[in-house]
């Protein structure tokens, strides 16, 4: 959501341009790559307080500066720095100061799981330096919103006066939510549409395997994943299962027809976030925005355009999984190790396109609300969702027995990564039952313990 603008390219004059946009993502399995994204919250040690983004020791700068020792390159908004770029990665800010990397395309999970640790091993240096703490959780598990200081990045700006206009939890979103993602290849049209209906009827599901937000403002909140429901009320437009992938005639053509509608956040130009706001990229294409901008649409434009929606599963160039909570360093590689698992092995893929096969919509649309409080204990068909989660692990682990790519030393292959999963589908508890458990005994009802507990 918060990459560096990209507004700018070859000038857009017709819808095949956009089509022909997504479709320039295929790439021959051989090609096939794995980009992890995470994000955790930033905390002042001792006080447990949001970081405010600049004006003392521990803080979102510092930490941004801090990191450049390590060969990271700032990018600047304003003259202030907002990013952070080194090789084919970048460190950037979500709303409320989250910090978030966005993996290099890796080809194993065994990289994917050193970039993560290479990272984290960065960040706590500096952060000990700052007296500053990381935590990966899905929601934040005291503050209010008035707690957490706006970063300065002009889209955030627009998204900020926005959202209140069309849902009542996207400030929440913004603000106090983390997740960890993992971004996915596909070689063709057909390939697509089969990966993303099986990750989209899925999602709900991996949203209650690493269901780790239950409490709010302190509080538990009702909720094993508080952030997966403050994506039920964020923006109806733009966000949740989106029901056409499931339909015949669904590809690229359908996708964009459906992006065209979204409505849009701005436009970038000069180095400036302009307010377009509710406009249609529809009627930008066609007419541009003459009170606006004098410029017309662009490929660059469409690219900016396309990341502002947030369905479950998003399509761009490869799509993105975007159902799981932020959580704890070992969970960091698991959630890529289930995806590649049922999607880079064709045989995965066709026993994870069976085990949907016969969901409804209206069924999926209740699993997806049912998770978001009961987490794998959820009802489904004439089990539980513990079930179902169990069986797509067991999938992963076949599909990745079929890579066999193994690490360094040789002794141990993908499936590593799904031990963590292994054991929640073993118990039938997310991680939000054992803080909740914890809360209520040794915490004697206060949060503070998990950010010694938790932090990374």
């Known amino acids: 959501m918060s990459a560096p603008p990209t ?9 095949q341009q956009l089509i022909d946009w997504i479709a320039s993502g295929e790439k021959p399995k051989a090609a096939w790559r794995i980009g992890t994204e995470h ?15 600049d004006g003392q020791k521990a803080s979102v700068r510092g930490l941004l500066e801090g990191l450049t020792r390590f060969g990271w390159q700032p990018v600047l908004e304003n003259g202030k720095p907002i990013a952070l770029l080194k090789d084919k990665c970048s460190v950037t800010l979500e709303p409320g100061g989250q910090f978030e990397l966005s993996g290099a395309p890796l080809e194993t999970i065994h990289q994917t799981c050193d970039e993560t640790n290479t990272h984290l091993r960065e ?7 700052l007296g ?13 919103r008035a707690d957490i200081q706006w970063m300065p990045k002009g889209r955030y700006k627009i998204m ?26 596909f070689s063709s049209e057909a390939d697509m549409v089969q990966k993303f209906r099986v990750s989209l009827a899925l999602q709900p599901i991996a949203t209650a395997l690493f269901a780790d937000s239950p409490f709010l403002e302190g509080k538990p909140s009702g909720y094993m994943s508080y952030r997966s ?7 109806p437009d733009r966000c949740g299962l989106i029901p056409f992938v499931f339909e015949e005639g669904m590809g690229y053509e359908r996708y964009v027809d459906w992006m065209l509608d979204v409505p849009m956040y701005f436009v970038y130009r000069d180095g400036k976030y302009i307010d377009a706001a509710g406009r249609s990229f529809r009627k930008f294409m066609e007419n541009g925005l003459p009170d606006l901008t004098p410029d017309a649409a662009t490929t660059g434009d469409w690219s900016d355009h396309i990341t502002t929606a947030f369905p479950e599963v998003r399509l761009k160039k490869y799509l993105e999984m975007r159902g799981a ?62 079930d179902i989660a169990a069986e797509m692990v067991a999938i992963a682990r076949r599909g990745l027995r079929a890579r066999a790519r193994f690490n360094r030393m040789g002794d141990a292959d993908e499936t590593v990564f799904l031990e963590t999963l292994q054991e929640t589908v073993e118990t039938g508890d997310c991680p939000a039952e054992e803080k909740l458990r914890r809360f209520h005994t040794e915490w004697q009802g206060s949060v503070a313990p998990l950010y010694d507990i938790y932090a990374y």
């Not at 590689?333 to 994870?352: I, K, N, T, W």
């Open 123 to 129: 960040c706590a240096t500096v952060a000990a330096e």
């Open 229 to 235: 429901h403050t994506w039920t009320d964020t923006d």
């Open 39 to 53: 994000e955790k919250f930033l905390f002042e040690l001792g006080t447990h307080r949001a970081l405010p983004y």
């Open 132 to 144: 500053l703490g990381l935590l990966g959780m899905g929601f934040a598990p005291e503050w209010k």
């Open 325 to 386: 909570d932020g959580g704890p360093w070992k969970r960091l590689c698991a959630l890529p190790a289930l995806f590649v698992g049922l999607l880079y092995d064709q045989a995965a893929l066709d026993e994870a396109s069976a085990l949907i096969k016969g969901w409804t919509i209206d069924e999926m649309l209740a699993l997806r609300r049912d998770v978001t409080k009961q987490a794998l204990k959820a009802k489904f068909g004439k089990g539980t969702v513990n």
């Open 160 to 185: 900020r006066d926005y959202m209140p206009k069309v849902g009542t939890m996207g400030l929440d979103m913004m603000l106090r939510t983390c997740t960890v993602q993992t971004n996915l290849d």
């Open 7 to 15: 507004s700018s390219g070859q000038r857009l004059t017709s819808k």
